[in-house]
């Protein structure tokens, strides 16, 4: 079959496979275009595998060089070698530099994480910056040791243990497929990087929320009114930071007054209904006017394609600024801290223990989750309207 006829075919449309010469063929699709296959018999088994289109380099591939390709796949099968497998190594190894081989490690991570948001973040900001375009094969101990370090004292530990695991997974990939022969990241362990972690203990007293809340509202050059009524909402309700800031404006009914959190977002996989005082009606309002339209209750504030709303590290860095600048004169704090404080605050104004789990949207104890399996609506709601009332005078 020479280009007249393949080309002819295509105009017409006659949608099947057409043999062009040993082992390589046509397809033909319903929508008239048309790409290379090569068909094989490879341990018993008969495969077949798509080469390229049909036309003009680089978005297709003409009829003399589809020829050649095939030769070269037959020649591999002679060898006992399956193309499609040599094909998928030839892939790889295309792999150069550290952001290349990152792609394929995080490609994997969506796949089998249900949260692949989190190495992602930690490559992009604590990884790649240093080793991000650097040859695969020149990355060093030295380059990981100055990584966890950085982090590590930039103040936070833990993400410089985070970032040592991934540096260990991501140059693991790059044995797999044959890029190195030893792991940079491999002498490390903790003690290198951030250390031991414990379970942390932090809760604020009624004083420190107070002292925190006043001076925010005295520092609005640094800590803007939209993260002001964030920290006030994640204290009353006591919900997780990534819960609140992707928060849209669809699953808010002022009407009834609840926040509808769908379990896609929930770190246990479970929605929950969350009821809303007046107070925190009010600030969502506020929230409202501030989004200038968003679908988003907290709207990216720079043109960014990452996320449609603020980052994950907004609020910690506005926080963080306050200490930095000594505005905020106790005890460090961390902003999951302010759900610890909400759980120790609904025990004080006699909350149940199993309605105040409920209440952070925690799993119940295997037992009361398998037989217990009500909401606790009601009861969720007078225990968060007790609560935004014993904190109304520190807001």
């Known amino acids: 079959?020479?280009?007249?006829?393949?080309?002819?075919?295509?105009?017409?449309?006659?949608?099947?496979?057409?043999?062009?010469?040993?082992?390589?063929?046509?397809?033909?699709?319903?929508?008239?275009?048309?790409?290379?296959?090569?068909?094989?018999?490879?341990?018993?088994?008969?495969?077949?595998?798509?080469?390229?289109?049909?036309?003009?380099?680089?978005?297709?591939?003409?009829?003399?060089?589809?020829?050649?390709?095939?030769?070269?796949?037959?020649?591999?099968?002679?060898?006992?070698?399956?193309?499609?497998?040599?094909?998928?190594?030839?892939?790889?190894?295309?792999?150069?530099?550290?952001?290349?081989?990152?792609?394929?490690?995080?490609?994997?991570?969506?796949?089998?994480?249900?949260?692949?948001?989190?190495?992602?973040?930690?490559?992009?900001?604590?990884?790649?910056?240093?080793?991000?375009?650097?040859p695969i094969s020149e990355i060093t101990p030295l380059d990981i040791k100055k990584i966890i370090r950085t982090i590590k004292e930039s103040g936070r530990p833990t993400i410089s243990n985070d970032a040592l695991v991934y540096c260990k997974q991501l140059f693991n990939e790059a044995i797999k497929i044959d890029l190195i022969s030893s792991n940079p990241a491999l002498p490390f362990n903790t003690k290198d990087a951030g250390g031991k972690e414990y379970s942390r203990d932090r809760v604020l007293s009624l004083e420190e929320i107070t002292l925190t809340f006043k001076v925010m509202r005295n520092n609005q050059d640094c800590f803007v009114r939209q993260n002001?009524?964030?920290?006030?909402?994640?204290?009353c309700l006591?919900?997780?930071?990534?819960?609140?800031?992707?928060?849209?404006?669809?699953?808010?009914?002022?009407?009834?007054?609840?926040?509808?959190?769908?379990?896609?977002?929930?770190?246990?996989?479970?929605?929950?209904?969350?009821?809303?005082?007046?107070?925190?009606?009010?600030?969502?309002?506020?929230?409202?006017?501030?989004?200038?339209?968003?679908?988003?209750?907290?709207?990216?504030?720079?043109?960014?394609?990452?996320?449609?709303?603020?980052?994950?590290?907004?609020?910690?860095?506005?926080?963080a600024n306050l200490f930095k600048k000594e505005c905020l004169d106790i005890a460090h704090f961390t902003i999951h801290d302010l759900r610890r404080t909400c759980r120790t605050l609904l025990a004080e104004i006699g909350t149940a223990p199993h309605v105040a789990e409920r209440c952070l949207n925690h799993k119940l104890p295997k037992i009361m989750a398998v037989y217990d399996r009500h909401d606790y609506f009601e009861e969720r709601k007078e225990a968060h309207q007790k609560l935004v009332q014993y904190l109304a005078s520190c807001f």
């Open 1 to 134: 079959m020479n280009v007249q006829e393949i080309k002819s075919l295509i105009r017409k449309g006659q949608v099947g496979r057409y043999q062009v010469g040993d082992n390589l063929y046509l397809r033909i699709s319903s929508s008239k275009t048309a790409s290379w296959t090569f068909r094989y018999k490879i341990n018993t088994k008969r495969k077949e595998l798509t080469i390229a289109k049909f036309g003009d380099e680089p978005l297709g591939l003409p009829l003399v060089k589809a020829k050649a390709v095939a030769a070269s796949y037959k020649a591999l099968v002679r060898d006992g070698i399956d193309p499609k497998i040599q094909k998928s190594r030839d892939l790889l190894s295309d792999l150069k530099t550290v952001d290349q081989l990152a792609e394929s490690w995080l490609k994997d991570c969506r796949e089998r994480l249900k949260y692949p948001n989190i190495p992602e973040r930690v490559y992009r900001k604590d990884i790649a910056p240093h080793i991000g375009e650097l």
């Open 228 to 235: 002001y009524l964030a920290f006030q909402l994640l204290l």
């Open 238 to 319: 006591g919900c997780r930071k990534g819960e609140l800031l992707a928060a849209k404006w669809s699953e808010f009914d002022f009407k009834n007054q609840v926040w509808n959190m769908p379990k896609e977002r929930s770190k246990t996989g479970i929605s929950i209904t969350y009821p809303l005082h007046d107070q925190l009606i009010a600030a969502l309002e506020e929230l409202k006017v501030l989004s200038v339209g968003s679908e988003f209750i907290f709207p990216n504030r720079r043109k960014s394609k990452r996320f449609p709303h603020i980052s994950m590290d907004t609020w910690n860095a506005a926080l």
